[in-house]
């Protein structure tokens, strides 16, 4: 079947989060998270080492949306159930249909960081993709010294399949950065 005419939900919950794909002024507590985060982002994450603005954060939201529906990429972002407040942003990446199997990708606004938020999100989005998109592999890609990025699939039982040594530069660009490959597959 065309991954096109997939019914797939909007918005799903775990225990304590709204998961959901972005909405029109989502950019905003995107933007103000990036801002109070950047510190902590631009180590791993090329984007936070960008100029970053409100209006580009709503124009990227809003093509992630658009690429949600011709099921190419599903960013989703991660809101406190309690409060509605914006923590952070993941999603099911890179997808292959015909296995199906996806990438997990991920962070977290600093500030709410240390509360189990991410392990919790990445549970969820890896069981919706496993029961509702009925995913054959989830993979998790992170820097060897990326420690609070790696504690996640390994809290989860993610197998930690193999290290692709020298297959990145660090986002400064100064260095090779060695990549491990984490997965989990359907039983």
Not at 7 to 35: C, H, M
Request: charged fraction near 30%; aromatic fraction near 10%; hydrophobic fraction near 35%.
């Amino acid at each position: 079947m065309d991954p096109i005419l997939l019914d797939i939900p909007v918005e799903f919950y775990t225990e304590r989060l709204i998961i959901r794909v972005p909405r029109p002024g989502d950019g905003k507590a995107v933007y103000e998270s990036i801002k109070a985060s950047v510190n902590e982002l631009k180590q791993w994450l090329p984007f936070a080492r960008e100029e970053q603005s409100e209006e580009k954060i709503e124009i990227n939201l809003r093509n992630a949306y658009s690429k949600f529906l011709a099921r190419e990429d599903m960013r989703l972002l991660l809101f406190l159930k309690e409060t509605n407040e914006f923590i952070g942003s993941s999603g099911l990446h890179n997808p292959n249909w015909d296995i199906p199997k996806f990438e997990i990708g991920y962070w977290i606004d600093s500030r709410y960081s240390g509360n189990g938020y991410m392990t919790e999100a990445v549970n969820g989005i890896t069981d919706f993709a496993f029961q509702v998109l009925h995913a054959r592999r989830i993979t998790i890609r992170c820097d060897t010294l990326n420690e609070r990025s790696k504690a996640i699939p390994e809290r989860l039982g993610f197998e930690l399949e193999g290290t692709l040594r020298n297959d990145d530069r660090s986002v400064d660009g100064t260095r090779l950065r060695d990549t491990h490959i984490y997965a989990k597959v359907a039983k």
